[in-house]
């Protein structure tokens, strides 16, 4: 109930931005490491350099392995205390002290109250918390007799005439037993009465759970202004900030903080930080990128250090959890000898997946992921991809390619990549059939592979949704509603590039002949039926609800909810996983589509296309990083890049169950679209569709751009669409013969 409130929250945050998109290597910030102190970390950097943090995964009792980890708290004793709750049981408890496992009983509870959070009070109480079936959230200690003595009901009470009370996602006792709890953006202060003190702003987190905060003492650490911030709880003010550590592309969302000795740890994708109290620069005791914590199927809860002196990571997957040690090794290579570089023009989760596994299983190999751009919003310039082919073609660049964006049948005509055949033949039965058909020359050899794909679907009205696949169709489409919702021209282009991808292009990916100016024509009559503008004023953002962002492959706002609200005849989607149907089924049914949700014209857009340099000189360590890339333990998971291109891992998504819903709404409109996690009728359908795709629709982000750059003046109306057409066309061989 609560995830529903929050998630609804954020989405109609991101509506309300206005259907602008219908919701539907080690960081080097920090600087140089603090040498001066005693850490383990900072004795490696000597000149053996030997002596790192290696991991292992801590067995889970099978109770916690069936059932989850609801909370865990970190004990002054340094074990850990875990709570369990089996499914119509009461919740239990389990502790590790580093050496093993103790049950330490049930847990007992208010009247119709589910444990979920656990913490060590500042007053040396342990503390437990829940919500009841009316989702009132209730705090309360166990008594030496086993019964319970709650705490601050009335804070938690749902204020008269209001549907919730306070619900928190952090809770804390400090020493003088005054109760921290923090609720959305900001934390408050209660005493013992109940009475609200010092309010202290914070970054809003979305979640039900803030592993971003830690209190000690009277020291209070959490995220604002996407940056570490300390309130002194006697004051009530602000008494210092750190910089995030580590990549700054890490979500600050998904951190964990925890305090020690005097120091402040922050535990993220990239690895375990830590700096004093009062310190400036954040030394990095453990390198994400060499164990588990770079991994992209589990989710960070809490982070600690052990009474051994080791760390410990708690992991959670839905429903399965995952408990490391990280301990530190002095005969380990301080950085691992060898390195294995991939190089890929933009980030992708199941790059990084493979890697975290990958990098376990070989822990002398430095996994070096380097990504041209990391903002996904950015276009990538041809300059980018220019230099790049020079280096290649001088016997130069990464080991392994991830080939999306980059002109992978070009490096393949050149020789620049190797041929895969021996590394994959081992589980070439295993890919999808009709996807890797495409990836065979005569000879069956394979230079080439996507390890996702993401499938186009469209649903609405049977006349928009034939419209959406023909350009011809398209121009002369006369419905009552328009085919397109309000939106830039320039990502109708990008849409419809998906869309029409057979009409419009080669199977080599160049614009066929005579394509180009039917393309122009087709958008500018569609799109400005719909209102469609090469860009908006402040006046018609607020009128359309619509404003100037630019959307890579064009699909967001061409989406199921413009269709709830009759500002279209049909919609379309371009799939990256299950989750992503939620909202079009629920538009479905709303209305009762003509076309459901179906494929469109068996397309499928290749993700994570990943090649080996044919001049490596690390084949092996690269055929065995693909290996891990194509592995069932990689394509098993859904990661929001693409679905897995294993007929066996598809059997696992099919089957996959979640307990998870979205919704979306809009201020000014009384169209509320609630989805749920398919059943499995509607999962299968899905997975049917990826399981016939055999069109690989490869849009070259350049040819887009220039495309786009070129027709506005058409669009606008100052140039005819002959002119833009030439001049476009122009640029375009230019391009061409520039790669070739």
């Not at 020493?175 to 709890?181: E, F, H, I, N, S």
């Given at each position: 109930m609560h995830k529903k409130r929050i998630f609804a929250a954020a989405l109609a945050v991101a509506c309300t931005a206005a259907l602008t998109g219908c919701a539907g290597g080690t960081g080097s910030r920090e600087g140089s490491a603090d040498k001066s102190t005693d850490s383990p970390a900072a004795e490696a950097d000597g000149a053996s350099g030997k002596g790192r943090f290696m991991e292992e995964e801590i067995e889970l009792p099978e109770e916690m392995g069936e059932n989850g980890i609801e909370d865990v708290a970190s004990l002054p004793d340094g074990s850990l205390e875990f709570v369990v709750r089996p499914e119509g049981e009461n919740a239990r408890r389990y502790r590790y002290d580093g050496s093993g496992w103790t049950e330490a009983g049930e847990i007992p509870a208010p009247e119709r109250v589910n444990v979920s959070k656990l913490f060590y009070g500042g007053d040396g109480a342990l503390y437990y918390g829940g919500f009841d079936t009316d989702y009132v959230f209730h705090l309360w200690t166990q008594e030496e007799g086993g019964g319970i003595n709650e705490r601050f009901s009335d804070v938690f009470a749902v204020p008269e005439g209001e549907e919730y009370g306070l619900i928190p996602d952090?809770?804390?006792?400090?020493?003088?037993?005054?109760?921290?709890?923090?609720?959305?953006?900001?934390?408050?202060?209660?005493?013992?009465?109940?009475?609200?003190?010092?309010?202290?702003?914070?970054?809003?987190?979305?979640?039900d759970s803030r592993s971003a905060a830690a209190l000690s003492g009277t020291d209070y650490y959490t995220?604002?202004?996407?940056?570490?911030?300390?309130?002194?709880?006697?004051?009530?003010?602000q008494s210092g900030s750190f910089p995030m550590p580590g990549q700054e592309a890490d979500d600050f969302y998904s951190w964990g903080l925890f305090t020690d000795e005097g120091f402040l740890y922050a535990a993220g994708a990239s690895g375990l930080y830590r700096i004093s109290q009062d310190g400036t620069v954040w030394e990095q005791l453990?390198?994400?990128?060499?164990?588990?914590?770079?991994?992209?199927?589990?989710?960070?809860?809490r982070f600690a250090k052990g009474a051994d002196g080791d760390f410990y990571g708690i992991y959670t997957n839905y429903d399965k959890a995952h408990l490391f040690r990280y301990y530190f090794d002095e005969t380990a290579d301080a950085v691992p000898a060898q390195t294995l570089t991939i190089y890929a023009l933009r980030d992708h989760a199941t790059v990084r997946q493979a890697a975290a596994i990958f990098q376990k299983e070989n822990p002398g190999i430095r996994v070096d992921y380097r990504i041209a751009v990391e903002d996904p919003r950015e276009a990538v310039s041809e300059d980018v991809i220019r230099a790049l082919n020079t280096e290649l073609l001088n016997g130069g660049g990464a080991d392994i390619l991830i080939l999306d964006g980059l002109p992978a049948e070009i490096y393949k005509k050149k020789g620049i990549l190797a041929d895969l055949s021996g590394t994959l033949s081992d589980m070439r039965a295993s890919l999808l059939p009709n996807m890797l058909s495409n990836y065979l020359d005569e000879e069956g050899k394979c230079y080439y592979l996507p390890a996702r794909v993401m499938t186009p679907v469209m649903f609405g009205s049977r006349a928009g949704c034939e419209a959406l696949t023909s350009l011809d169709k398209m121009a002369s489409y006369a419905g009552d509603t328009p085919?397109?919702?309000?939106?830039?021209?320039?990502?109708?282009?990008?849409?419809?590039a998906y869309t029409c991808y057979e009409e419009i292009f080669e199977p080599s990916g160049k614009i066929r002949d005579g394509a180009l100016l039917r393309w122009l024509l087709a958008v500018k009559s569609a799109g400005g039926r719909g209102q469609a503008k090469t860009s908006f004023n402040e006046s018609e953002m607020d009128r359309l609800s619509v404003d100037n962002s630019v959307f890579l492959d064009g699909f967001a706002r061409q989406c199921d909810y413009n269709l709830a609200l009759g500002r279209s005849s049909a919609a379309a989607e371009l799939l990256t996983s299950l989750d992503d149907v939620m909202l079009p089924f629920a538009a479905v049914e709303m209305l009762s589509c003509e076309v459901p949700v179906s494929g469109l014209k068996k397309t499928f857009a290749p993700s994570v296309a990943a090649g080996i340099n044919a001049s490596s000189g690390n084949q092996e360590a690269a055929g065995a990083f693909l290996r891990v890339l194509f592995g069932d333990e990689v394509q098993r998971e859904s990661l929001g890049d693409g679905f897995a291109v294993r007929t066996d891992s598809l059997e696992s998504w099919a089957d996959m169950e979640k307990d998870i819903s979205t919704s979306t709404s809009m201020r000014g409109t009384d169209v509320r679209l609630e989805g749920k996690w398919p059943d499995r009728q509607k999962r299968e359908n899905i997975i049917g569709i990826v399981r016939l795709a055999s069109v690989p629709a490869a849009v070259d982000e350049s040819i887009l751009q220039i495309v786009a750059d070129g027709s506005k003046a058409y669009f606008?109306?100052?140039?005819?669409?002959?002119?833009?057409?030439?001049?476009?066309?122009?640029?375009?061989?230019?391009?061409?013969?520039?790669?070739?």
């Open positions: 952090f809770v804390g006792i400090l020493p003088d037993q005054r109760l921290l709890a923090s609720d959305i953006s900001e934390a408050a202060l209660y005493n013992e009465d109940g009475k609200r003190g010092f309010v202290l702003p914070q970054d809003f987190l979305g979640t995220f604002y202004n996407q940056e570490i911030v300390r309130y002194d709880l006697l004051t009530g003010k453990i390198d994400g990128s060499l164990n588990s914590m770079g991994r992209q199927d589990i989710y960070l809860k085919l397109f919702a309000p939106d830039l021209y320039e990502n109708i282009l990008r849409f419809t606008e109306g100052t140039e005819s669409a002959e002119q833009a057409a030439e001049a476009i066309g122009n640029k375009l061989q230019l391009m061409y013969s520039e790669r070739e």
